[in-house]
Structures are given as structure tokens and as C-alpha cells.
């Protein structure tokens, strides 16, 4: 299965601790293509269906169902968690993600 930056894909969490995301869920890697090619691990932002407006989320709308990425949940997993890829973020989504990824951790 190919894993690209910015592709949403269902994702075990399982097992977690405390107020990590858990469950199975939507996530869109955030990790750059150069390393989802060459590690056994990705980076991603888990989604929710919570439309809770946080500085650290970004609003989607995919599958028709309106969600949040949780730039304030980023891990990093074992490509072996990833169950299916379900699309693809629009390039509007792209740029608020990385918007939201540069006001989050860069000065």
C-alpha cells in the first residue's frame, strides 16, 4: 500500500494512555513522501467529528462528513497501524494544515 503526505487513511490507535487519541480512526499523514518511502513509520494527525474550533485544528470535509484534523494529536506510528487509504486532503486543506503545523510549532 502506498502512503503519500497529506492522504487520509484509517489508522489503529490502539492501545493508547490517558487523553491520546484512541480507536480505530481517520488520520492524514503529515510526514514527508522521502519518509513514508524509505521508514516502517509515518507521521499523522488523527481526525475527529468534534467541529470543537481549537487553534490547533483544521476543518475538512471529506467522505461527506464535515471532521477536524487534531494538529495538537500528531504521533508517530508503525506503517503496520494503517488498515486502508480512504483519499486524499483538497489543496485548500493542504494549506490550512500547514498553516496550522507552521503557528503550532515554528517561532
Given at each position: 500500500?502506498?502512503?503519500?503526505?497529506?492522504?487520509?487513511?484509517?489508522?489503529?490507535?490502539?492501545?493508547?494512555?490517558?487523553?491520546?487519541?484512541?480507536?480505530?480512526?481517520?488520520?492524514?499523514?503529515?510526514?514527508?513522501?522521502?519518509?513514508?518511502?524509505?521508514?516502517?513509520?509515518?507521521?499523522?494527525?488523527?481526525?475527529?467529528?468534534?467541529l470543537k474550533r481549537y487553534?490547533?485544528?483544521?476543518?475538512?470535509?471529506?467522505?461527506?462528513?464535515?471532521?477536524?484534523?487534531?494538529?495538537?494529536?500528531?504521533?508517530?506510528?508503525?506503517?503496520?497501524?494503517?488498515?486502508?487509504?480512504?483519499?486524499?486532503?483538497?489543496?485548500?486543506?493542504?494549506?490550512?494544515?500547514?498553516?496550522?503545523?507552521?503557528?503550532?510549532?515554528?517561532?
Open positions: 500500500m502506498e502512503i503519500n503526505q497529506y492522504s487520509i487513511v484509517l489508522v489503529n490507535l490502539d492501545p493508547t494512555f490517558g487523553s491520546e487519541i484512541k480507536k480505530n480512526r481517520p488520520c492524514v499523514i503529515i510526514s514527508p513522501d522521502v519518509m513514508n518511502k524509505h521508514l516502517d513509520t509515518i507521521v499523522l494527525a488523527p481526525m475527529t467529528t468534534n487553534p490547533t485544528r483544521v476543518a475538512v470535509d471529506h467522505d461527506g462528513k464535515k471532521g477536524m484534523i487534531m494538529i495538537d494529536q500528531i504521533r508517530t506510528v508503525d506503517k503496520k497501524r494503517v488498515m486502508q487509504v480512504l483519499g486524499m486532503l483538497t489543496k485548500s486543506e493542504i494549506k490550512n494544515c500547514k498553516d496550522i503545523i507552521k503557528e503550532t510549532f515554528v517561532d
